[in-house]
């Protein structure tokens, strides 16, 4: 008996069609790699699986359309539990070059102000939380802070943190030139592999940086210590220098976008010092 009697082969369009739900899914997993809804995402897909083999080989015809109507239930759940993955997954679609040819506008004078405020912050062990916007927009956080538009200055920025005023507890966002809001609420990340010792400040830089394409320069309140969180991960220790460095490299047109970032890195343009996208560095740093 030849195979094509045993097995009906898909046509052209069988096979493209194949081709592109295996891509899917395959895209689908290596996105929800490492994160919490994995093991969710597994289980569901393994106890479903398992149910409808053994309705039907053992032929229970009624269990078997019963789940067969479950299944619109089940993609409603699914969206549900995995909201905040699926909005990553939509935060890191759009952050690709694809769609922003142009990429943003070279805003290297903002180095110099944030630089000095945060070594004025760092010496005296403020904590400080400054994201500064790119393409992706952030008018959702801003709302949940105090509208600014104010120029950047670096005495602006270290006033802003400095303790036991209305607005130093929370998050500062420069859009553009300008500082658009401060004290707001940045979203906490929820990757389960991140260091016990970073605190929620440390958290919420990571978190933002999950969603947008923002810049977020973080100071410890304990340490004084200088981190700065890109693409989600984050860079640790960065003195004066360093953090000047890789403000400068990343706040240029031409170096927007990871995908330039990581081609400085292979041609040796930029030194390991300058790169913001290496693992999380295990240091007791604790908010």
Not at 66 to 79: E, N, T
Not at 184 to 203: A, D, I, M, N, V
Request: aromatic share 8%; charged share 20%; proline share 3%.
């Amino acid at each position: 008996m030849q195979l094509k009697e045993l097995f009906d082969l898909p046509s052209l369009g069988g096979w493209v069609e194949i081709f592109v739900l295996a891509a899917m899914f395959y895209y689908v997993f290596r996105l929800f790699k490492g994160t919490r809804g994995a093991a969710i995402l597994s289980g569901l897909l393994i106890v479903y699986g398992v149910l409808y083999a053994l309705t039907v080989v053992s032929h229970l015809d009624i269990l078997n359309w019963l789940l067969s109507k479950l299944m619109l239930y089940i993609s409603l759940a699914f969206v549900v539990i995995f909201q905040p993955e699926i909005r990553r997954v939509l935060a890191k679609l759009g952050r690709q070059r694809m769609w922003r040819p142009n990429g943003v506008a070279s805003r290297v004078s903002l180095v110099e102000p944030i630089t000095q405020a945060v070594q004025v912050l760092s010496k005296r062990k403020i904590g400080a939380l400054i994201a500064i916007e790119r393409d992706i927009g952030t008018r959702t956080l801003q709302d949940t802070g105090t509208k600014l538009n104010s120029e950047v200055s670096a005495e602006l920025l270290a006033t802003l943190f400095f303790p036991h005023t209305p607005l130093h507890d929370g998050g500062v966002i420069i859009s553009g030139k300008r500082i658009c809001a401060a004290g707001c609420l940045f979203p906490l990340s929820q990757k389960e592999e991140l260091s016990k010792t970073l605190g929620t400040r440390h958290r919420a830089a990571i978190g933002i940086t999950e969603e947008t394409d923002a810049i977020v320069i973080v100071v410890s309140e304990e340490t004084g210590s200088v981190s700065v969180a890109y693409n989600g991960r984050l860079r640790r220790g960065l003195d004066e220098a360093r953090l000047h460095r890789v403000l400068s490299s990343m706040l240029r047109r031409e170096h927007t976008g990871l995908a330039r970032f990581r081609e400085k890195l292979q041609t040796g343009e930029a030194d390991h010092s300058d790169s913001v996208l290496i693992p999380f560095i295990e240091v007791q740093d604790e908010e």
